[in-house]
């Protein structure tokens, strides 16, 4: 099946890149091979490259300046950089980080790892929608925080969360205040002064650039330790600069600041889709009604394997994807909905469906033509088990 003929509705997991993100990186990977820290014009004409995408990505997300912004391998690289470099910076003597239980992997492990040093982690409490307590978070950050962790929008349900006002209850302790906005950045308006935030990721593949870059804002003045050490970006992350996705990074930023404006459309379509899935008897959606992405919607379903049903859409040529498979295959339920307090059929039954650029009307048509039958057909398999 050729990827024309696939409907792809899991643009959270991953996106396809846009051809004008291709075309802006093929030179530099052509012909302007060069090092950008070589003196030679080879290298210079990269370097002027890797500047200019810079400048691209802090006006994307409204960093007072270019020089806020330090390039990485990922999101995942870009989260660990924050907390890790949070935690572990010269000087630094605070022992504690605050963060959510519905945190992505890249974060909960970075956690782990930092217990393990001796550093105290605690999670706040969120309610059934997935939306962080306030009361909670305050309780939880005290003088001795070194940095408080909170993801902008989350990966599965999409529940936006409140940062601006998380940041202040980070601020007021005197702790740096992290955000993962790899998920948010490109659907909804990230701005680093509206948010209040010190430390912001965001990841390539996730705004229609390729995958293996990402981008961490620090706020100027916010000190962090090295976690990839070397000279690179400003002594802040060693290895030589990937300049083709650097750039292709860049071009991104730029569309995906265009098409904000877009995000009407999406919710036009998920409103179809939305209640099209939801007139099947026993579903439901999962994250909070309004503050949510508008590209994405997460739904439940009675008496179903969501890994199943994922295999089931993919013979139709949908993709989509459900929560975490164990060893066997059959789904898990998610830390997420785990920490939302969705009980444990509903959870390993679940579909996440995301858009974005290229999603159209007949996308969502042809989802909505095959999923009730398939549903019907796998709960028959499953009460049969
Ligand atoms: N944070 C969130 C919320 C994500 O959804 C992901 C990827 O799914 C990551 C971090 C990791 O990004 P990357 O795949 O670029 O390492």
Redesign the pocket.
Known sequence: MTARELSYLDH???TPVRPEVVEAMLPYLREHYGNPSSVYALGQRARKAVEQARAQVAAFLGAASEQEIVFTS??????VMAIEGACEAPGQKRKRIVSSPI??D??RLCLDKLKRRGFAASVCAVDGFGEAELASLEELIADETAVVSV?H???EVGTIQPIARIAALAKKRGALMHT?A??SAGKIPVDVKELGVDLL?I????INAP??I?ALYVRKGARLGQIVTGHQEKNRRGGTENVASIVGLGVACELAKKDLAKSAHYLELRRKLEAGVLAIPGSRLNGHPERRLPNAAHFSFEGVDGHQLVVALDLEGICASAGPACSSGASMASHVLTAMGCPEPLATGSLRLSMGWGTRESDVDRLLAVLPKTVEKLRRVHAAL
Do not use: F
């Open positions: 959270n997991a991953t990922c999101g995942s690289e870009s989260d945190e992505h890249a974060v993801m929008a989350n990966n993962d790899v998920q990721s990841s390539g593949h996730k995958k293996g990402g």
